[in-house]
């Protein structure tokens, strides 16, 4: 996971959000399980694999 949280690099502009690792660059470098790291600064954003998890029924921390 990334330095910054999500929900403090929320508050930044995008570019530093880009320089804090919330991009992607070529060669994916920065992929987050298989999205764009940006979308973890979206409201309500649940990874795919946590999602996956939670619909098997695993209790996971907040």
Same mark, same amino acid.
């Given at each position: 996971?990334?330095?910054?949280?999500?929900?403090?690099?929320?508050?930044?502009?995008?570019?530093?959000?880009?320089?804090?690792?919330?991009?992607?660059?070529?060669?994916?470098?920065?992929?987050? !399980?298989?999205?764009?790291? =940006?979308? $973890?600064?979206? *409201? +309500?954003? !649940?990874?795919?694999?946590? =999602?996956? $998890?939670?619909? *098997? +029924?695993?209790?996971?921390?907040?």
């Amino acid at each position: 996971m990334l330095g910054v949280p999500p929900e403090v690099a929320r508050q930044m502009p995008p570019r530093l959000q880009e320089m804090l690792g919330y991009s992607i660059y070529p060669p994916f470098m920065g992929q987050l !399980t298989a999205s764009h790291p =940006a979308k $973890a600064l979206e *409201a +309500g954003f !649940t990874t795919p694999v946590r =999602a996956q $998890a939670r619909a *098997a +029924g695993a209790r996971l921390p907040e």
